[in-house]
Structure formats: structure tokens, C-alpha cells
Antibody, heavy 117, light 111 residues
Framework: QVKLVQSGAEVKKPGASVRVSCKTSGYTFSGYYIYWVRQAPGQGLEWMGWMHPRSGGTKFAENFQGRLTMTRDMSISTAYMELSSLRSDDTAVYYC??????????WGQGTLVSVSS | QSVLTQPPSASGTPGQRVTISCSGSSANIGRNSVNWYQQLPESAPKLLIYNNNQRPSGVPDRFSGSKSGTSASLAISGLQSEDEADYYCAAWDDSLNDPYVFGSGTKVTVL
């Protein structure tokens, strides 16, 4: 069955970077986009960007330009999201999800990133 | 603030029908398909409706979606206690740098 399993919670200080992993299984990793979406406490969903594993091509939301990196390791079907220059308002649950033909269907369980001095 | 507008809350008693609206523009809902997600407390979003009105395997037919012009709707008929959750619409947007936009979310309460 399709699974996206994310890395565990992180606590970071302002100005630091965080990397979240998303290990996939149960489908062909190279055939689906990987989306990253975040949700601040008590808030709605915010699209951050996407990456296509086959090409490595990415597109980021304007809010994250210059701070966001998305990479992948094809050998272990895993995608990574790295956000730098963290601020307190980056505290959120970060989700990965897969997409194909405009259907975003399976999601990871989420990773809480807390940013505090 | 979200590009797609939803009412913050909706409610109903068990067995009732509840409808949630999602208002957008010609750049998003007006020309692209709409997806709906259900987010139970402390859980990841789950795809409920795709391509405006299609249900993934396993989603009960109590859930239905529709689209007209620049608005979309999610209907829950025969409301059940386990339907208490947050619901989000989403669509692709051709006008912004952010091509995938979410609604503001609607909290459904079962009275």
C-alpha cells in the first residue's frame, strides 16, 4: 500500500535550518510529484512547493523563495524539504504528499517543527 | 489570507445534510478542478473529493462535490459523528506564483 512516512519532530532556534524527510513506498517514486504543505498551529493549509523526483525540478511558493530547498534520494525513494533562516512563525506541522494528474491523494503523517529561542 | 473563501464553521445534527461552499475566481475554480480534503483532529488531511466530484475508493457516497462557475461545494448527507472535522477545498491557480491554493477551511460540528 502507498505510504509516505516523515521524520520526527524538530526543535530549532531562530536563524537555524531544518530538514524534513519523506520516505515513500508502495508506488513508483519517480512517477509522482512530491508536494510540501504546512499548517501553523490552529491555522489552515499552506502550499509550499513541489518537486518532481525524476527530473529534480522544483517550484516554490513566493513566500518561501530563497529559503526553501527540495531534494530527493532516488535510491531510497525519499524526498527532503529544507527550510533555512527559521523564524518563530515557521512553527508548524509540515506535510509531504504525492500528486499526479492534479490529484493530491496520499499524505505523510506530518512533522512538527518548533522554532523558539 | 486564503485565496479560496470558505465559511469558518458549519453544523448539523446526525442524519442532516450539511453543505460547505468554496468561493474562488476565474483564475482558479473558474478554470481548474477542485479537490476537497477532510482533516480529523490531530491527523493529516485526507483526500475526499477530486476533479470537482469524484470520490477516491473508500470514501462513502454520503460525500459529494459540485462546481459551478467560480464556486464549488461539498455536501455531506446523512451526517455522522465521525464527520466532525475540518474541511478544505483546493484548486490550481493560473494567475499567481503559487499554483496550488487552499481554502480557509470549515470546521464541521455534529450537534
Amino acid at each position: 500500500q502507498v505510504k509516505l512516512v516523515q521524520s520526527g519532530a524538530e526543535v530549532k532556534k531562530p536563524g537555524a535550518s531544518v530538514r524534513v524527510s519523506c520516505k515513500t513506498s508502495g508506488y513508483t517514486f519517480s512517477g509522482y510529484y512530491i508536494y510540501w504543505v504546512r499548517q501553523a498551529p490552529g491555522q489552515g493549509l499552506e502550499w509550499m512547493g513541489w518537486m518532481h523526483p525524476r527530473s529534480g525540478g522544483t517550484k516554490f511558493a513566493e513566500n518561501f523563495q530563497g529559503r526553501l530547498t527540495m531534494t530527493r534520494d532516488m535510491s531510497i525513494s525519499t524526498a527532503y524539504m529544507e527550510l533555512s533562516s527559521l523564524r518563530s512563525d515557521d512553527t508548524a506541522v509540515y506535510y509531504c504528499a504525492r500528486e499526479k494528474e492534479r490529484i493530491v491523494d496520499f499524505w505523510g503523517q506530518g512533522t512538527l517543527v518548533s522554532v523558539s529561542s | 489570507q486564503s485565496v479560496l473563501t470558505q465559511p469558518p464553521s458549519a453544523s448539523g445534527t446526525p442524519g442532516q445534510r450539511v453543505t460547505i461552499s468554496c468561493s474562488g475566481s476565474s483564475a482558479n475554480i473558474g478554470r481548474n478542478s477542485v479537490n476537497w480534503y477532510q482533516q480529523l483532529p490531530e491527523s493529516a488531511p485526507k483526500l475526499l473529493i477530486y476533479n470537482n466530484n469524484q470520490r477516491p475508493s473508500g470514501v462513502p457516497d454520503r460525500f459529494s462535490g459540485s462546481k459551478s462557475g467560480t464556486s464549488a461545494s461539498l455536501a455531506i448527507s446523512g451526517l455522522q459523528s465521525e464527520d466532525e472535522a475540518d474541511y478544505y477545498c483546493a484548486a490550481w491557480d493560473d494567475s499567481l506564483n503559487d499554483p496550488y491554493v487552499f481554502g480557509s477551511g470549515t470546521k464541521v460540528t455534529v450537534l
